[in-house]
Protein backbone atom coordinates (compact mmCIF):
# COMPACT_ATOMS: atom_id res chain seq x y z
CA UNK A 1 0.00 0.00 0.00
CA UNK A 2 1.26 3.70 -1.27
CA UNK A 3 1.40 6.42 1.64
CA UNK A 4 0.84 10.32 0.29
CA UNK A 5 0.78 12.91 2.62
CA UNK A 6 -0.11 16.28 2.50
CA UNK A 7 -0.24 19.28 4.62
CA UNK A 8 -2.15 22.33 4.09
CA UNK A 9 -1.95 25.27 5.82
CA UNK A 10 0.65 23.66 8.34
CA UNK A 11 3.88 21.81 8.72
CA UNK A 12 4.66 17.99 9.01
CA UNK A 13 6.52 17.91 12.45
CA UNK A 14 8.90 14.48 12.90
CA UNK A 15 6.44 13.16 15.46
CA UNK A 16 3.08 13.91 13.38
CA UNK A 17 4.49 12.00 10.44
CA UNK A 18 5.38 9.40 12.38
CA UNK A 19 2.00 9.31 13.86
CA UNK A 20 -0.14 9.36 10.68
CA UNK A 21 1.99 6.64 8.91
CA UNK A 22 2.12 4.35 12.11
CA UNK A 23 -1.69 5.02 12.32
CA UNK A 24 -2.86 4.40 8.67
CA UNK A 25 -0.31 2.08 7.95
CA UNK A 26 -2.23 -0.43 10.15
CA UNK A 27 -5.21 -0.52 7.59
CA UNK A 28 -2.86 -2.14 5.10
CA UNK A 29 -3.79 -5.07 6.72
CA UNK A 30 -7.13 -4.87 5.71
CA UNK A 31 -6.26 -4.60 2.04
CA UNK A 32 -3.50 -6.75 1.84
CA UNK A 33 -5.94 -8.66 -0.23
CA UNK A 34 -6.10 -6.26 -3.21
CA UNK A 35 -2.60 -4.79 -2.86
CA UNK A 36 -1.28 -6.37 -6.35
CA UNK A 37 2.15 -4.36 -7.78
CA UNK A 38 0.57 -1.19 -5.51
CA UNK A 39 -2.48 -1.14 -6.57
CA UNK A 40 -3.64 0.24 -3.52
CA UNK A 41 -3.00 4.01 -2.45
CA UNK A 42 -3.44 5.81 0.53
CA UNK A 43 -4.11 9.80 -0.07
CA UNK A 44 -4.04 11.81 3.43
CA UNK A 45 -4.72 15.32 3.66
CA UNK A 46 -4.32 17.36 7.22
CA UNK A 47 -4.98 21.11 7.45
CA UNK A 48 -6.53 23.47 9.73
CA UNK A 49 -10.06 24.67 9.17
CA UNK A 50 -9.41 28.34 9.98
CA UNK A 51 -6.59 30.17 11.24
CA UNK A 52 -8.07 32.48 13.65
CA UNK A 53 -9.90 30.09 15.48
CA UNK A 54 -8.68 28.17 18.74
CA UNK A 55 -11.47 26.37 19.52
CA UNK A 56 -13.63 23.48 18.53
CA UNK A 57 -13.35 21.64 15.51
CA UNK A 58 -10.52 23.12 14.25
CA UNK A 59 -8.02 20.33 12.61
CA UNK A 60 -9.65 18.56 9.77
CA UNK A 61 -8.23 14.91 8.09
CA UNK A 62 -9.10 13.43 4.32
CA UNK A 63 -8.57 10.24 3.20
CA UNK A 64 -9.25 8.81 -0.44
CA UNK A 65 -8.24 4.65 -0.54
CA UNK A 66 -7.88 3.75 -4.07
CA UNK A 67 -9.00 -0.19 -4.43
CA UNK A 68 -9.73 -2.29 -7.58
CA UNK A 69 -12.89 -1.12 -9.16
CA UNK A 70 -13.23 1.46 -6.32
CA UNK A 71 -12.33 4.39 -4.09
CA UNK A 72 -13.09 5.14 -0.43
CA UNK A 73 -13.55 8.35 0.53
CA UNK A 74 -13.56 9.51 4.13
CA UNK A 75 -13.26 12.81 6.31
CA UNK A 76 -13.05 14.02 10.11
CA UNK A 77 -12.89 17.16 12.26
CA UNK A 78 -11.78 17.10 16.01
CA UNK A 79 -10.38 19.85 18.30
CA UNK A 80 -6.76 17.80 17.79
CA UNK A 81 -5.17 16.54 14.74
CA UNK A 82 -3.95 13.18 16.08
CA UNK A 83 -8.11 12.77 17.22
CA UNK A 84 -9.19 13.60 13.73
CA UNK A 85 -6.62 11.22 12.09
CA UNK A 86 -7.74 8.39 14.52
CA UNK A 87 -11.22 8.77 14.15
CA UNK A 88 -9.78 9.13 9.92
CA UNK A 89 -8.81 5.36 10.49
CA UNK A 90 -11.98 3.83 12.07
CA UNK A 91 -14.13 5.76 9.33
CA UNK A 92 -11.80 4.18 6.87
CA UNK A 93 -11.67 0.47 8.62
CA UNK A 94 -15.64 0.43 8.44
CA UNK A 95 -15.44 1.34 4.32
CA UNK A 96 -12.79 -1.40 3.78
CA UNK A 97 -15.39 -3.42 5.39
CA UNK A 98 -18.29 -3.01 3.65
CA UNK A 99 -16.19 -2.73 0.43
CA UNK A 100 -14.63 -6.65 1.31
CA UNK A 101 -18.33 -7.58 1.88
CA UNK A 102 -19.47 -6.62 -1.28
CA UNK A 103 -16.62 -7.54 -3.33
CA UNK A 104 -16.13 -11.04 -1.46
CA UNK A 105 -19.46 -12.23 -1.34
CA UNK A 106 -20.32 -11.78 -5.14
CA UNK A 107 -18.47 -14.73 -6.11
CA UNK A 108 -20.02 -17.23 -3.85
CA UNK A 109 -23.69 -16.16 -4.13
CA UNK A 110 -22.97 -16.81 -8.48
CA UNK A 111 -21.19 -20.00 -8.53
CA UNK A 112 -24.18 -21.74 -6.18
CA UNK A 113 -27.21 -23.06 -8.33
CA UNK A 114 -30.58 -23.61 -6.72
CA UNK A 115 -32.32 -27.37 -7.66
Keep these: MQL ?3 ATDMEWTPSLKA ?3 KKLGSLERFVRRFDMEGAVELR ?3 AKTTQH ?10 GNLRLPKALLRAEEYAEDLRVAVDRL ?3 LELEIKKYK ?3 LDKPRREGKRKE
Excluded at 53 to 62: D, I, L, N, S
Design 101 to 103: TKF
Design 53 to 62: HRKGEVFYAE
Design 89 to 91: KHT
Design 19 to 21: FVE
Design 44 to 46: VEV
Design 4 to 6: NLK
